[in-house]
């Protein structure tokens, strides 16, 4: 049982001018992730961060993302930025949740640096979108293969909360219907 105390999130270039370029999960699918995410990580106490890579008219993080001051990176892995990865070093989290576009590329590096440096690390696939079918799974193998942990936001979520009786889960299974 994954304990939510031990958990931060990372929202990962979830753009709108990012999400649409994944094809292995439609935009919609990872729009209603992202917002189930962020429902999770209010129900449960989560802290979580927003990476955007730069983009000329800014970083346009999709409405789902709860509302947060992106990290703007100049690079392929939010690990890179020492801003970020203070962040995340400071929350005291040793679990890192990842959701985001692309999997070959932000996902990827960040997840096998998260994992080098000690941190659990989970990719939550339903809020993930790659290039392509082919590619993507390559990178999912090589987070598996490193130690990570490849889930679905309900897997993680029912990693979690045991009990869908009590108030909190109640919230969390009610936030769950938001991925249909």
């Avoid at 939510?4 to 935009?27: C, K, M, R, W, Y």
């Avoid at 990290?71 to 690990?79: A, L």
């Avoid at 598996?144 to 309900?154: D, K, L, N």
């Amino acid at each position: 049982m994954l304990d939510p105390t031990t958990v931060q999130i990372l929202f990962a270039d979830l753009q709108d001018s990012i999400v649409e370029a994944g094809t292995t999960n439609p935009a919609s699918a990872i729009r209603r992730s992202a917002k189930v995410v962020g429902g999770l990580a209010a129900v449960l106490d989560i802290p979580f961060t927003v990476s955007a890579a730069p983009r000329p008219d800014g970083p346009g993080v999709i409405k789902e993302v709860p509302e947060a001051e992106p990290y703007v990176r100049t690079g392929p892995c939010c690990w890179d930025d020492l801003a970020w990865r203070e962040a995340i070093l400071a929350a005291g989290r040793p679990t890192l949740a990842i959701c985001g576009v692309t999997t070959e590329i932000v996902v990827l590096r960040t997840a096998l640096d998260a994992l080098a440096t000690g941190l659990a690390v989970q990719v939550l696939v339903d809020g993930c979108g790659g290039l392509t079918t082919r590619t993507e799974n390559a990178s999912l193998r090589q987070i598996e293969a490193a130690g990570g942990v490849i889930t679905s936001v309900a897997g993680f979520a029912s990693d979690m909360v045991r009990d869908f009786t009590t108030p909190t889960g109640r919230q969390v299974i009610a936030a769950l219907h938001g991925l249909n």
